[in-house]
């Protein structure tokens, strides 16, 4: 079965240490997206790409987040600097049109400490 | 802005007995989808069901099926012949234009054996 990749899986740093999250989106989804995952503010979506353009990122923190996407295989989500209440879990997703279910990865669990 | 409530943040189920989700959601589109995503321990996010507003048979996947009242703008899930294994989280979500998925609060679904 294709898969999204997300890379690490884990992730423990200090505050104000750049954080890069890594996502392989399934090879023929055109669009990617990132959510944020805590106990207070549950699955809300941060940024999200269409054909490698950006079309959304208006829920992130613009000072301190950036989303690219790179090539086709590869979306990145980074932090810098990063603080402790950006600890989450987050989640990458790759789909084709809003007919079809997302696809998620198995997320990255951020703590900074 | 759209919005999904899951008004029941916790559920318990004996097992092989029959258990069902609530779910709501407001908007102002007339053609969207909705999905419910399980999320166990592990983490992952799977999905479990989709519903195309268009159609007004209701979606069902073997013990999984909703019950979708579009006036109502209601998208229950009902899990038949509970199994252990169906313990999890339980998202219910809707595709807004442009793919972007608005997720629910979650509703924790526990099931005794």
Redesign the interface.
């Known amino acids: 079965d294709a898969r999204v990749t997300q890379t690490p899986r884990h992730k423990v740093t200090e505050m104000g240490q750049e954080v890069t999250m890594r996502c392989q989106p399934i090879l023929g989804h055109n669009t990617v997206f990132w959510y944020r995952q805590t106990m207070m503010q549950g699955l809300e979506l941060l940024a999200y790409f269409r054909n490698r353009a950006p079309l959304d990122d208006s829920g992130m923190p613009k000072d301190r987040f950036s989303a690219e996407m790179p090539d086709a295989t590869l979306a990145t989500l980074k932090i810098q600097p990063s603080e402790p209440r950006d600890s989450a879990v987050y989640f990458c997703a790759s789909g084709t049109d809003r007919r079809q279910p997302q696809h998620f990865g198995d997320g990255t669990r951020l703590s900074i400490l | 802005a759209q919005t999904v409530t899951q008004s029941q943040p916790e559920m318990s189920v004996q097992e092989a007995e029959t258990v069902t989700l609530s779910c709501t959601y407001d908007t102002s589109e007339s053609d969207?989808?909705l999905?419910w995503?399980k999320q166990p321990p592990?983490?992952?996010?799977i999905?479990v069901i989709?519903q195309?507003a268009y159609k007004q048979q209701n979606a069902t996947e073997n013990r999984f099926s909703v019950n979708f009242q579009k006036a109502a703008k209601s998208f229950s899930l009902k899990i038949s012949d509970s199994q252990l294994g169906d313990a999890a989280m339980y998202?219910c979500a809707y595709?807004?234009?442009?793919?972007?998925?608005?997720?629910?609060?979650?509703t924790q679904l526990t099931v005794n054996p």
Request: proline letters at 0%; aromatic letters at 24%.
């Open positions: 969207y989808y999905f995503y592990s983490r992952q996010m999905l989709r195309e998202f595709n807004t234009s442009g793919s972007r998925l608005t997720f629910g609060e979650g």
